[in-house]
């Protein structure tokens, strides 16, 4: 047998992102507030001498149940793109052959920043075939060079810097795409309280509204970095990183509710009628506050904040799930931890 090199890596995704659309470089500078929970995306790479030529790369997307070469020519990225660019960005010795295998439990395309956990969880295992180590902040900007320097995609940086570094962030962006990270030290009975009452409902269908974001970032850009709606959304992150060092969870929760009303106002539809639903149960729960995640748009999903019950939240999310099949709530905890990757000798 081959001795192998097994490599782990896990990253978080982000949810209630509050001041989202600020970190953009149609906003040139911004202020966002999100934090970092379970379920991980995983990347475990078995690595060993190259023995063929051929099928040196194998991608094993899990998820989709797609394993395949990794195409030689970008011309063939078309299966996963992302995974496809990554491992070209990385520069994997050649003296190596690999089987990389990319699994998540959150749905794909949720709104919670899963593709930049992909490719941070990605990029930190792949970071171990190599001299040197990353760190936190510089594998959150190769995610992000990745997806738009060689994939040309509309991407901000606060998604890839939450899967990086984990916990509860203020992050602010001096200039596009530069940004500074301030994670949030709250004692342990306020994070606890925090993931108790946190709740992320995904509405049943991928987050899909490309054409949508292209009309606001078009509106955005004529309007300038410094117009009301994107003040706005800034002064959210500002309101949450506050409300959560005084451990006041109805001025979060205002804070949510205020920045999902500021993305309806950048365009109604990108706060659909499937999540306005949703809110309107949680607030019959007595729900603190709700959140668009991401961008906003058809699909995608929800954060919730609960109000000191236990009982209510519990009836509040069975009653969501019971409004509708496609609404599903999945369970999430506070990632202590930001991308964390290791090796063992493989077995």
Known sequence: ??????????????????????????????????????????????????????DRIIIH????????????????WNRHPLLE???????????????????????????????????????GALDHLTPGRLTPHEVAYTAHSVEVDMLKNQSGIQDQLCSAYGGINFIE????????????????????????????????????SSELHRKVIQRLEAAGPDCQEIADLRGTAVKSRDALYAGDFAALGQAMIE????????????????????????????ALGWKVNGAGGEGGSITLLSNSLSSAKRLMLREIEQENDAFRNI?????????????????
């Open 331 to 347: 369970p999430v905890s506070l990632s202590q931890y930001g991308l964390r990757t290791w090796e063992l000798d493989g077995e």
């Open 173 to 208: 962006m001096h200039h596009y795409p530069h940004a500074s990270v301030s994670q949030i030290q709250v004692p342990d009975s306020v994070w606890w309280e925090l993931e108790r009452r946190l709740a992320l409902i995904y509405l049943g269908k991928p987050h899909s």
């Open 259 to 286: 920045n999902t009303e500021a993305q309806s106002r950048l365009h109604p539809d990108l706060v659909s009628a499937q999540a306005r639903r949703v809110f309107e149960i949680a607030q019959a729960h007595g």
């Open 85 to 123: 660019a990554t491992i070209e960005r990385m520069r994997v010795p050649e003296s190596l052959a690999l089987q990389v295998t990319i699994f998540s439990q959150a749905p794909a395309a949720a709104s919670t920043g899963t593709s930049a956990a992909v490719t941070v969880a990605l990029i």
């Open 1 to 54: 047998m081959i001795p192998k090199r097994l490599i782990n890596s896990l990253a978080p995704i982000r949810i209630c992102d509050n001041g989202g659309w600020t970190d953009t470089w149609f906003a040139e500078h911004g202020q966002v507030f999100n934090i970092g929970v379970s379920p991980y995306v995983e990347v475990q790479i078995e690595a060993g001498p190259l023995e063929n030529q051929s």
């Open 61 to 76: 997307a899990e998820n989709y149940g797609d394993r395949y070469p990794m195409p030689a020519e970008k011309s063939k």
